[in-house]
């Protein structure tokens, strides 16, 4: 299911913090926000999954208004995982993944043989399905964000809105994440502060800076040594990854931030 953020702004406080956003996810396509802290990449997402009001402009789900559906049947399209993630449920993993099967019942209505099929098999796919008893306030952090993914996957929706999903997650899990994440095709927003990871992940990148989209593309279109310098402060090379081909970057961590900005600056106005 295609996505497109047209015109977007959203103000708090009398302060705007995202202004004249477009960007689109066309049907199963992984798409990322990249971009320093601050630049509106939450922002972003969260009108996507409602938690926000735009001040203007609109989220269009398949064509149509995202703030025109009854809650119930945006939430069978659009399942998230939000930075902010509770922590101090006293329910159980299943339990907790069961919830996701919520925008499908009647009020006050248990689960069903398929709900408990679909909250298993979701559990297996994020490698906690022997977790299933356990209390979610007794995981780790990674185990409480592979649970809350699994609820999110128990939703069975056309569009997954993942907001850091890596964080917390060991090596491991963040390749079998991303992994699983390029194996389902599934039409799929997602925020990265790892660009290698958004490199070897997304089919395409829009990058924001200040509120504003600045560079859309595929990885390696966007992925440059002058767009890193300019947009995140740092110097890099881009090279091709040895084993699967996609842009690897390689950050020269000896060099300070500003320095690298001038002299990424300095080079590219070189190159002109």
Do not use: W
């Not at 320093?36 to 989220?59: D, E, F, I, M, W």
């Not at 679909?118 to 399905?129: F, K, P, T, W």
């Amino acid at each position: 299911m295609r996505i497109d953020i047209e015109d977007l702004q959203v103000s708090y406080a009398g302060r705007t913090v995202v202004s004249g956003v477009h960007l689109m996810a066309a049907d199963g396509e992984t798409v990322g926000l990249v971009g320093p802290n601050g630049s509106g990449k939450s922002t972003v997402l969260r009108t996507v999954y409602r938690h926000l009001r735009p001040t203007a402009g609109r989220v269009l789900l398949a064509g149509s208004d995202i703030r025109e559906l009854a809650p119930d049947r945006a939430a069978r399209h659009v399942a998230a995982l939000p930075q902010e993630r509770g922590s101090d449920f006293e329910l159980t993993v299943r339990e907790v993944v069961a919830m996701g099967r919520t925008p499908y019942k009647r009020a006050f209505a248990g689960d069903d043989r398929a709900d408990r099929e679909i909250v298993l098999r979701s559990l297996a796919q994020v490698g906690m399905d022997g977790q299933a008893g356990r209390r979610f306030s007794a995981l780790s952090g990674g185990e409480r964000q592979r649970v809350l993914l699994a609820r999110a996957f128990a939703q069975q929706p056309d569009v997954l809105v993942l907001d850091e999903p890596t964080n917390h997650l060991d090596i491991r899990h963040q390749v079998e994440l991303l992994t699983l994440l390029r194996d389902i095709r599934r039409t799929t927003l997602i925020a990265l502060h790892d660009l290698n990871a958004a490199a070897s992940l997304c089919d395409r990148l829009h990058v924001l800076a200040g509120g504003a989209v600045v560079a859309s593309g595929t990885p390696r279109e966007v992925l440059t040594p002058e767009l890193l310098s300019e947009v995140f402060g740092v110097r890099a090379a881009v090279t091709d990854h040895p084993l699967t081909g996609d842009p690897l970057i390689a950050f020269d961590h000896r060099a300070p931030a500003a320095e690298a900005g001038d002299r990424g600056q300095r080079e590219a106005v070189a190159s002109k």
